[in-house]
């Protein structure tokens, strides 16, 4: 797989940034001119033994930028004002967060603490969609958004790599009613020293599959949508539909059609198509009311090592409203028990994603998912 055309340097204070250009040739001379303190994070990891999970404290991030009448930290420096991108103008970025929930420890130093203390170990990382402020992925060039996709590729080779790392997680949130705490159009990637609890219910859960001779139960999940009413949108290697069981008001999955373990495993045809696709889906979540929903989105994809032939790559994108100013509240069931209730029919939300007024995907007919045994 050709690695994408990527210039890599540090800021004042030693965090690790990455330019990803739209185009190869560009020649970046990147120096950072602030004065910064080394970053210090403090944060910890403590285990819940009543629930098996683990939950990251870090107050530090308190200090974090949010939406303020100051200079975006994620615009391009410009004379007089110097960001956390040190350049004129850039397509995609890639920084370790000043403000992180998880860093790996300096050189060889152990991890210690209790069994119900650890330092929260790991990386996260910030990703810039584009120079340009008043914009969404949705908004921005096919091309943009396939050198996000391979950003977002590259970066999960390399955090996987690092001893520290279980689970590589990259998510967007989208909006400031939804806890986006910039404008600026980016995303963020999570490297966990574990893997979270979520995650590791859905491998459970493929584990069970494969061990009564079902194979794949995304596999199966994606056959029985094909044959159903809750797709939205479909092309050769992508399929995004509404769940069976959807917890939120609206929520779409995307599915590769094949059996996949991660990003970085796709092939260049499968990334151009993603392109199309993902774009495709962010729009329908800006038409499909009277104006844009803001929106959550996570890649899932297998972890760093272990079972991850059992993993299938997948987008989960959803917004906590059916409408822009109706936002479900999660109340004590939800947030107490865990158990959702669902307030819109998931077929209703389908076709209405469906129906929306928004960019086609390059084939309506998919082939078949190739499933794994």
């Not at 404290?57 to 420096?77: D, E, I, K, Q, V």
């Amino acid at each position: 797989m050709p690695l994408p055309h990527r210039t890599s340097t540090t800021l004042a204070d030693g965090r690790e940034i990455h330019f990803y250009d739209d185009e190869a040739g560009r020649e970046r001379k990147v120096v950072d001119t602030r004065d910064l303190p080394p970053v210090k994070s403090g944060a910890e990891m403590r285990w819940d033994p009543t629930t098996e999970e683990w939950v990251v404290m870090a107050a530090h991030r308190g200090a974090r930028s949010a939406h303020t009448t100051a200079a975006c930290p994620l615009c391009p420096s410009s004379d007089g004002t110097a960001t956390e991108i040190p350049a004129g103008d850039y397509d995609v970025v890639v920084f370790e967060n000043r403000y992180p929930a998880l860093r790996a420890t300096d050189g060889d130093q152990p991890l210690t603490g209790t069994s119900l203390t650890l330092p929260a170990a790991g990386r996260c990382e910030v990703m810039a969609f584009g120079s340009e402020h008043d914009t969404s992925l949705a908004r921005l060039p096919e091309r943009r958004v396939r050198t996000v996709v391979d950003a977002w590729a590259d970066r999960t080779t390399a955090l996987n790599a690092l001893p520290d790392v279980e689970q590589v997680v990259c998510f967007e949130n989208h909006g400031s009613a939804i806890g986006a705490t910039l404008a600026h159009p980016h995303g963020q990637i999570y490297a966990y020293p574990f893997i979270p609890s979520r995650f590791e219910r859905m491998q459970r859960a493929s584990r069970h599959a494969h061990a009564r001779g079902a194979g794949c139960v995304f596999c199966s999940v994606l056959t029985t949508e094909l044959a159903g009413h809750r797709i939205v949108a479909r092309s050769r290697h992508w399929t995004a539909f509404v769940p069976h069981a959807a917890r939120w008001p609206y929520e779409v999955h995307l599915y590769a059609n094949r059996h996949v373990p991660d990003l970085a495993a796709l092939t260049p045809d499968e990334r151009a198509d993603l392109a199309i696709a993902y774009r495709s889906l962010l729009r329908r979540f800006e038409t499909v009311t009277e104006s844009p929903l803001p929106y959550m989105a996570l890649w899932i994809q297998a972890p760093a090592r272990g079972e991850r032939g059992h993993s299938h790559l997948h987008a989960q994108v959803f917004s906590d409203r059916a409408t822009p100013l109706k936002p479900k509240r999660l109340a004590a069931g939800e947030l107490g028990a865990g158990t959702f209730i669902s307030e819109v029919e998931p077929e209703q939300a389908a076709a209405a994603l469906r129906d929306t007024d928004t960019w086609p995907l390059t084939d309506p007919l998919p082939a078949q998912p190739t499933a794994a045994a």
